[in-house]
């Protein structure tokens, strides 16, 4: 079956790290991805990584990939208030067909 | 700035309507694919559109149709509006094979009352 699952709500002090989780159920998967979503907008590719990757870092994102457990996580290094926004993880399959999880809101406190 | 554009930004009709949803892909971009965002849900697959046919499709019935065009661009047809159609409809383009280069368009807010 086609399934992500996310927590919904993670709340961050500003500098701190941010970590959201996020399992998939579809062995095929050929790419994963984060997107961020902010109030009233469309989405927006953060960082992607490919399934036989275990590790991706692009400046303060860090992707990591655990293929066997089906997890995948997303770090943002020091936290900032524009960092505030819905993400969500995804996986994509056949055709290039993307399943999104339901997405976590990341509020950030000051 | 991605490039995709979609029109219109928002739009209200009532049950029964038909309405039709636009997109601009990309430049160089040959895939269009469309997803409904409801209130509070992650996106959710439409259909795709490559070389002007559909190349796949998720969970929504015939009511839901496309095209694209020769020059790439896109448009999604609802008929027999219902309430729960009231959604973020969001295109998105690609390379065909290159899932990795799929860059979403803004969104077209469409209420149904």
């Known amino acids: 079956g086609e399934d992500v699952e996310q927590s919904l709500f993670l709340s961050v002090r500003e500098g701190d790290s941010s970590v959201i989780n996020c399992t998939y159920t579809?062995?095929?998967?050929?790419?994963l991805y984060w997107y961020k979503q902010e109030p009233g907008a469309g989405l927006q590719l953060l960082t992607y990584i490919f399934s036989n990757m275990d590790m991706k870092q692009d400046q303060r994102l860090t992707v990591l990939l655990n293929k066997k457990d089906k997890h995948l996580s997303l770090r943002i290094a020091d936290t900032q208030t524009g960092d505030s926004a819905i993400y969500f993880c995804?996986?994509?399959?056949?055709?290039?067909?993307?399943?999104f999880g339901k997405g976590t809101r990341l509020h950030i406190l000051p | 700035e991605t490039g995709v554009t979609q029109s219109p930004t928002h739009l209200i009709k009532t049950r029964g309507q038909q309405v039709t949803l636009r997109c601009s892909s990309q430049s160089g971009h040959n895939t269009v694919s469309w997803y409904q965002q409801a209130l509070g849900q992650g996106p959710q697959f439409i259909f795709q559109?490559?070389?002007?046919?559909?190349?796949g499709r998720g969970n929504f019935p015939p009511r839901f149709s496309g095209l694209q065009f020769p020059n790439y661009s896109s448009e999604l047809n609802v008929n027999a509006l219902e309430l729960d159609d009231s959604a973020l409809y969001l295109c998105?383009?690609?390379?065909?094979?290159?899932?990795?280069?799929?860059?979403f368009g803004p969104g077209t807010r469409l209420l149904v009352l």
């Open positions: 998105a383009s690609s390379l065909v094979g290159e899932g990795e280069t799929q860059y």
């Open positions: 995804a996986e994509s399959i056949m055709n290039d067909k993307i399943i």
């Open positions: 579809d062995s095929s998967s050929t790419y």
């Open positions: 559109y490559y070389r002007e046919e559909e190349n």
